[in-house]
């Protein structure tokens, strides 16, 4: 059976096997061209090889009012394409609802709208809604809706300020939808994007890598104390606060007398404190198996690398769903043990791991 992970060898990490466009409106300037040294985005870590996820972001400059693409091909991220942008009339970070500001921070696509959903006068062909407020903003305090990735008709300027949102030409929105999925392609908003050397970003890099490994590796050895340290004391879920959570893998460890953790290389992206990881995991102990997607949002931390704010996991259909993940009997698959009955609420955050 085909497995979907694979290690991250050449960044000797020991994390568990498993798993161009210019605008043509003369009205405006053409887009800059992309730097012949090679630089890269400071926020934009690591997207993913795995289907189930985008392997495209765009990353928008609010300084320069530009919007450019980047795809991750060969463990590396590669520049695509850089387009002009219109942001909302006031600088500055989004904070309240109706203050004309364009949010900074990490959001996804989530929605695809046109006619006649939505009127070509002000949106164009094309609208693409995004999360703001997303879980940092509502954490922030921060008010307001409707922070969209759009088109206007050629007859309008993009230099006339948006609302908030992130604006761009007809023509242009219709090649970003060739990189969109729903759910997952990030747009992540700068006040400035700031550039690092190849050599600078995989140093960065490497250093989230090995953090996650960090974490990862505390979890499956059931390490309580270590791997609570990669949570921040505001940490709060649909079910638990920080203490709480604490406890409750205590009370794991007690009941499972080992645990396996595998993850599949993540996501990774951050803008000023705020960071966002998206893994695929596989998970074993002696009493329950699942397999799912885990998101996690989490700050900036001098001392662990970054601190879980907020952890989310939901099931996905497992390859390897009615077999043992290691072990068979006399070449037959071995059925998997029932959930424990530990009378933990299931949910979307799965308490059993």
Not at 226 to 244: A, E, L, R, V
């Amino acid at each position: 059976m085909r497995v979907y992970f694979y290690l991250l060898s050449a960044l000797s990490l020991g994390l568990s096997p498993l798993l161009s466009q210019a605008e043509t409106n003369k009205s405006e300037p053409a887009p800059a061209p992309l730097a012949n040294e090679k630089k890269y985005p400071a926020g934009l870590i690591a997207l993913s090889n795995d289907a189930r996820f985008a392997n495209h972001s765009f990353v928008v400059d609010k300084s320069k009012r530009t919007l450019q693409v980047f795809e991750w091909k060969n463990e590396d991220l590669q520049p695509i394409a850089e387009f002009p942008t219109d942001i909302g009339k006031k600088m500055g970070d989004k904070t309240k609802e109706n203050d004309h500001r364009t949010p900074v921070g990490i959001y996804f696509l989530t929605r695809e709208m046109t006619q006649p959903e939505i009127p070509f006068s002000l949106y164009g062909n094309l609208a693409f809604t995004t999360d703001y407020p997303n879980i940092f903003d509502r954490r922030d305090e921060k008010t307001g809706s409707g922070i969209w990735l759009h088109a206007v008709p050629d007859s309008v300027p993009l230099t006339r300020g948006s609302r908030g949102c992130v604006v761009v030409r007809n023509d242009v929105i219709k090649q970003l939808k060739s990189f969109v999925r729903l759910e997952q392609t990030p747009i992540l908003i700068f006040d400035e994007v700031k550039y690092l050397s190849a050599d600078e970003y995989q140093s960065q890099r490497k250093k989230f890598l090995q953090d996650f490994e960090n974490w990862r590796a505390a979890w499956e050895t059931q390490d309580v104390d270590t791997y609570i340290k990669y949570y921040d004391p505001t940490f709060k879920n649909d079910q638990m606060n920080f203490k709480q959570w604490y406890r409750h893998k205590k009370k794991l460890k007690e009941l499972y007398s080992y645990i396996k953790v595998q993850l599949a290389p993540p996501l990774i992206l951050q803008n000023k404190d705020q960071i966002v990881i998206r893994t695929i995991q596989r998970y074993e102990s002696n009493l329950h198996r699942d397999y799912g997607e885990k998101t996690i949002h989490a700050r900036l931390s001098p001392e662990v690398g970054f601190q879980i704010i907020r952890e989310d996991w939901k099931p996905l259909p497992d390859p390897m769903a009615t077999t043992a993940i290691d072990s068979t009997v006399s070449g037959q698959p071995q059925k998997l043990p029932p959930e424990p009955k530990t009378g933990l609420v299931e949910s979307s955050q799965n308490l059993n791991n």
